[in-house]
């Protein structure tokens, strides 16, 4: 209990005290704003105990959250936020475009609690993602003109490549076959990874971009790849190799120069020997896979749970409690699991189903445990900044900001596709890179809309970024 309060008081200091005043200080110092902007850029790849704190935390859980969580992200944008609300003139938005979607998304979901068995894991929920909401808006309000855009690119960059030496120390110092850097898996490393590469690569091939910035934005996007075969990851593996594709071939299409044709060249024959000095590793773990008996049976299974806790509960089983409710002392839906161990000869122990696994599918997750309206707020917030993000690439088609803006909208939308095999964007550090890079979608569509009221048409390809910097 003492302890508990002694992170409540730290915690609660950092969010309504260190935070806001950090902002105040911001306001007026461009240099110190770029700079959180790119520590929060970086912070997702941080090692997961320097980036939350939990109160009254629940070790034994395997939800979204085992605690309340006060993360350093959303003190970061708690911070930029506020930067912005003191330096705001007449007419500046206080909330970036969205923020009711996302927050409307946290209430439809806040409604699943009504059937919730633990509803203190519920608030727990309701929390984190709340107040996750300032990430999105820390990095809307940040993101404001060429500079920033380039401080971002650089700060991608050195976070991918450190990120990478992590990997290879893991790997060939440690002995470690499926690497994971600083994460608590493989596979939300991996998909992180490719969600800052891909941006990258579409930076190297726009030619506003500077020689050394393109090796840089190259060796970002090469440790990335190098990342992704050492996490053995073959579903990340897939859509990085699609989503670099998409990425050439939207560059080609804005025309053909001698820095297009050296990139692709470059990433064609690298490509070649990573595969070749990878495709060992592939091969085991594929023939890894093929040794288990119906390897991959066990995601069918947790989706039936899913469907069954849908059909009982259309408005949801509980923000935060399908683990609860796929458990013993519940054999509601525990008796899926069960059935399906039966049939395959193993003998039941009850022991054995009191922490049962939640399911890898991330829609089907939030179907069960937040209902139709949930998985529809959810997904009004996902579409929402996808399209700004396609009407900005529209827009800006051969500025800087269009070709960064198209490698945000491939990376977003192959990790939404991912997302109906992998849970990462419920996990804080992939959440809060998805909300960075919505805010800065939300950015780029308040940017298009102010070019129009200015200049009473479509934005320029002279004025990549044309909203005046504040005074």
Known sequence: MIKDLIKLLVAGGVYFGLAPAAGSMLAWNRTAERILLCVLVSMPSWFPSKLTLMVDSVEWYRGHTKGFEFALPTAAGIALTVA?????????????????????????????????????????????????????????????????????????????????????????????????GWFEHQNPMAMWSYMCALPLLAMAFAPQTSGRDTRLCLAGVAGTALMILLSVSRGALAAFVIGAMMVTGLAF????????????????????????????SLIARIHEDASRENPEDLRPILNRQSKWMLRDSPIGVGWNNFGIVNSLPDERYVIVLMDWDASR??????????????????????????????MAGYALFMLLTLWWGIRGVAAYWKTWLGYFVSGVVIALALTYLQGSVERVLSQTKNMTM??????????????????????????????????????
């Open 84 to 180: 912005a609300w003191i330096r705001a003139r007449a007419g500046d938005r206080r909330w970036p475009p969205g923020m009711w979607a996302w927050w409307l998304y946290c209430g439809l979901a806040t409604i699943s609690l009504l059937h919730a068995p633990n509803k203190v894991l519920g608030l727990m929920a309701v929390w984190k993602f709340s107040m996750a909401g300032f990430v999105f808006s820390g990095a809307y309000h940040a993101f404001r003109d060429d500079q920033d855009l380039r401080w971002v690119m650089r700060s991608l960059a050195i976070t991918l490549l450190v990120q990478t030496g992590v990997c290879l120390k893991l790997r060939f110092i440690d002995g470690r076959w499926q690497t994971h």
């Open 253 to 280: 299409l804005r025309g053909v120069t001698f820095k297009k044709c050296g990139i692709t060249a470059l990433g064609a024959v690298g490509a070649a020997v990573a595969g070749t000095l990878a495709i060992n």
């Open 345 to 374: 000869g193993f003998r039941i122990i009850d022991d054995l189903y009191f922490a049962g696994p939640l399911t890898e599918s991330l829609f089907w997750l939030v179907l069960a445990e937040t209902g139709y309206q949930g």
């Open 434 to 471: 998805w909300l960075i890079c919505a805010g800065f979608l939300a950015r780029v569509q308040e940017m298009r809309l102010q070019a129009r009221k200015l200049k009473g048409g479509r934005p320029t390809a002279a004025a990549p970024i044309p909203l005046p910097a504040p005074a």
